[in-house]
């Protein structure tokens, strides 16, 4: 069981917004920041989102990453097939003194 | 271009022990965090390990505690897993990660191809 708590499965059709949640505790998403990884079968993750709301270059803009109390949350707009992937939330827990994941969201792309 | 390259993964038996190395360039290594990480067949990310930039904060997951240390090298730019007494259930693909920031308590912003680690008799 994931410290940081996702939804095994979202979907949308094309075009759509979805948004995954992330639930956490006051000693990781609230006092830390909050990471977001995209992950495709047989490849390494890759950063979407750091420190809870700021994009890396060349990720685009269709994708923010949001923060409020114990919880986060990525949202995609403008859904498109090639987003079909595995998302992960993370974040440093100061309890436990390591990096937390959530168990990750598969997202289908309809 | 920053880049990370695991080396040093294979078939280990039950109580055995492997070493993991993971090869850094394109960045200032002794300015930034860096960590392991695992995933299982099949599962999600697991967390293994982390050191901070110069090496006085290490941090281990329960899992492995005790039985794993992370180290690094900042003058060959190497980060290293030193894994002992190992367990069935260490079998994963092991990444090696890049902070976002000098401490253990940032993210991780760019990760290795991964390497993979099978514990099997």
């Known amino acids: 069981q994931s410290v940081l708590t996702q939804p095994p499965s979202a979907s949308g059709t094309p075009g759509q917004r979805v948004t995954i949640s992330c639930s956490g505790s006051?000693?990781?998403?609230?006092?830390?920041?909050v990471y977001w990884y995209q992950q495709f079968p047989g490849t390494a993750p890759k950063v979407l989102v750091y420190?809870?709301?700021h994009r890396p270059s060349g990720v685009p803009e269709r994708f923010s990453g949001s923060k409020s109390g114990t919880s986060a949350s990525l949202a995609i707009s403008g859904l498109r097939s090639e987003d079909e992937a595995d998302y992960y939330c993370a974040a440093w827990d100061d309890s436990l003194s390591g990096f937390v994941f959530g168990g990750g969201t598969k997202l289908t792309v309809l | 271009e920053v880049q990370l390259v695991e080396s040093g993964g294979g078939l280990v038996q039950p109580g055995r022990s492997l070493r993991l190395s993971c090869a850094a360039s394109?960045?200032?290594?002794?300015?930034?965090?860096m960590h392991w990480v695992r995933q299982a067949p099949g599962k999600g990310l697991e967390w293994v390990a982390s050191?901070?930039?110069?090496?006085?904060?290490?941090n281990y997951a329960d899992s492995v505690k005790g039985r794993f240390t992370i180290s690094r090298d900042n003058n060959k730019n190497f980060l290293y897993l030193q894994m002992n007494s190992l367990r069935g259930e260490d079998t994963a693909l092991y990444y090696c990660?890049?902070?976002?920031?000098?401490?253990?308590?940032?993210?991780?912003?760019?990760w290795g191809q991964g390497i993979t680690v099978t514990v099997s008799s």
């Open positions: 394109g960045f200032i290594f002794d300015d930034f965090a």
């Open positions: 050191v901070n930039w110069n090496s006085v904060s290490l």
């Open positions: 990660a890049k902070a976002d920031g000098i401490g253990t308590g940032y993210g991780l912003d760019v």
């Open positions: 420190r809870s709301n």
């Open positions: 006051n000693s990781n998403i609230e006092t830390n920041y």
